[in-house]
């Protein structure tokens, strides 16, 4: 958004003027299409870039660094700079006539059908590495130390590029999340070509090897997932009259479990578990157990936890502190999922939490409440 549209003065009936806008530029027919994969019906969009997009893809922008896309469900409440910034661009037609303005000949967009690793590179390639802008557009890195640093001087002459190639109203939605994106990139390549000739230079100019790996680990996680498991109510019989019962969850690799409660088929756990998010994260798989000492444990019914509600809403809102108590996302009840009613995603206490109760899925009876807290790195 430009600097003149920030400080103008708020219009009475002006956040209702622009959810107007925002679902009038939404009904667009080109906006009725992913911007990267034309599936249809978008149900997510990103903010900054300006393009409407698929869950599929909505999941690959999500692991970008959110000053490349910053992404959000269009179900979602936007904020009045959002929405401007969406009505700004134009929506799908204008963004692509920059992101894809010079597409190399035979190189194919994906379809909806097109694989995950596909689909990423193609967004990589497009909003990340800049690569189908012109030529004299893009904002390459170099090895050199000299030239991976991104001076005003470049800068200056970047936007003069540009603005003079594409109306004003492009050049800001590029600028806004690109210029930032710049600056990261040419650390990255500077810090790979230093580290691949470390004898080089000052040692204690750089960080350590290890140190630079362990760095890298940290990058494969997004955050960290609190889950409290509450309780279960009505759970399955396994035994003679009752279940010996206990919760396993698993996210990736990762697997954790609540305690053995003996004879209990109305537990009461109150039992926190700490899991860490990918960048490439899915559903929260949660198993209920019945404990068997001389044989099997017998499941007593399963459930799938969508994750995107609760991790979209609080990387979109960024530091909740900031925020007083107020409800940010929803995931719905649907036939599809095992939800008994729908769940919010609240800011409490400046933290984002949500609370869940499911119905077991694949077994005769039980339900479950949990508690879901993010906690960002």
């Not at 469900?73 to 134009?90: K, L, N, P, Q, T």
């Not at 750089?206 to 680990?217: G, H, M, P, V």
Request: aromatic share 10%; hydrophobic share 35%.
């Amino acid at each position: 958004m430009s600097v003149a549209m920030r400080n103008k003065p708020l219009e009475f009936g002006r956040p209702v003027k622009s959810k107007r806008k925002f679902k009038d530029l939404l009904l667009q027919k080109d906006n009725q299409f992913c911007a990267d994969c034309n599936a249809p019906q978008p149900k997510w969009a990103s903010a900054n870039i300006g393009v409407f997009l698929c869950f599929k893809c909505y999941n690959v922008h999500r692991s970008l660094d959110t000053h490349i896309s910053r992404v959000l469900s269009v179900g979602d409440e936007w904020s009045d700079d959002d929405i401007d910034a969406m009505i700004e661009v134009g929506g799908n037609s204008s963004a692509n006539s920059i992101y894809e303005a010079y597409i190399p000949e035979g190189y194919a967009k994906p379809r909806p059908d097109s694989s995950q690793e596909e689909r990423t590179k193609f967004i990589r390639s497009k909003y990340e590495y800049q690569e189908f802008l012109k030529p004299s557009l893009r904002i390459v890195s170099s090895k050199s130390s000299h030239q991976s640093s991104f001076s005003k001087h470049n800068a200056d002459s970047f936007r003069s590029s540009y603005e003079s190639s594409f109306s004003k109203r492009d050049a800001h939605s590029f600028r806004s999340s690109h210029e930032p994106s710049f600056s990261m990139r040419s650390a990255d390549s500077f810090r790979s070509c230093h580290e691949s000739s470390f004898s080089q230079c000052d040692a204690d100019s750089f960080r350590s090897t290890t140190s630079l790996k362990n760095l890298e680990r940290t990058r494969e996680f997004i955050g960290k997932l609190q889950v409290k498991v509450i309780k279960g109510t009505n759970l399955a019989i396994r035994d003679m009259m009752t279940s010996d019962p206990y919760v396993v969850l698993k996210l990736g690799k990762q697997t954790v479990k609540t305690n053995v409660i003996k004879s209990n088929l109305n537990p009461v756990w109150n039992q926190v578990l700490l899991l860490s998010v990918p960048e490439a994260f899915g559903p929260l798989d949660l198993k209920v157990f019945d404990h068997d000492l001389f044989s099997a444990d017998d499941i007593m019914g399963e459930a799938q936890v969508d994750l995107q509600p609760l991790i979209a809403s609080a990387m979109a809102f960024g530091d909740a502190g900031m925020f007083d108590d107020m409800q940010i996302g929803k995931w719905l009840k649907s036939h599809d999922n095992a939800l008994k009613h729908d769940s919010t995603v609240n800011i409490i206490n400046g933290k984002v939490k949500q609370e869940i109760s499911l119905k077991l899925q694949h077994v005769e009876c039980g339900e479950l409440d949990l508690e879901l807290e993010w906690i960002p790195l």
